[in-house]
């Protein structure tokens, strides 16, 4: 029998799913905050440059499985999660501008987290550019991305966009 972690109750777009990521990996690893980028599938004769590190699906009404999982997650079977150090202005600017290819990232936090300009901050990062990599001292935590997945997922009996929030 194939493991289902929830049932998703209504279609969660690629951005709710960059959040919905960012919220379980930053949990999984005690991070502060995450910064996820998408990777927005475009019609383009350049299309081998997209982020592979970004989310670029969406989860449907349905039983969600490994499979369903690993269609949206930017670890994919097998990598774990990452982290880099910023400064709370360093993040403010990399949200503003963008931090990888295609510009696209989403920030999860806490809903009322306010970033310090002078206090330095762990973040989830999935997609940045070398240059960010570097900066932030990009460290590999050792929690595979899929095993944080299937247990923050298995909290929920039924997931929809209202359940995508950290308090």
Not at 101 to 111: G, I
Request: aromatic share 8%.
């Amino acid at each position: 029998k194939i493991a289902t972690y929830t049932t998703v109750t209504e279609t969660l777009d690629m951005d709710t799913c960059a959040k919905l990521v960012g919220i379980c990996f930053a949990k999984a690893v005690d991070a502060d905050a995450a910064m996820i980028s998408t990777n927005p599938w475009l019609y383009d004769k350049d299309a081998l440059d997209m982020n592979k590190d970004g989310v670029s699906g969406a989860l449907f009404p349905m039983g969600v499985t490994d499979q369903e999982i690993v269609s949206i997650l930017p670890t994919g079977w097998n990598n774990n999660i990452q982290t880099v150090t910023l400064t709370g202005k360093r993040i403010k600017e990399l949200m503003e501008t963008g931090y990888e290819r295609r510009e696209n990232s989403v920030l999860a936090a806490k809903d009322d987290m306010e970033f310090e300009d002078d206090t330095t901050y762990t973040i989830v990062i999935c997609g940045a550019t070398d240059e960010v990599q570097e900066e932030g001292n990009i460290q590999d935590s050792g929690v595979l991305g899929l095993d944080a997945a299937k247990e923050y997922l298995s909290q929920f009996e039924t997931l929809s966009s209202k359940d995508i929030v950290w308090e």
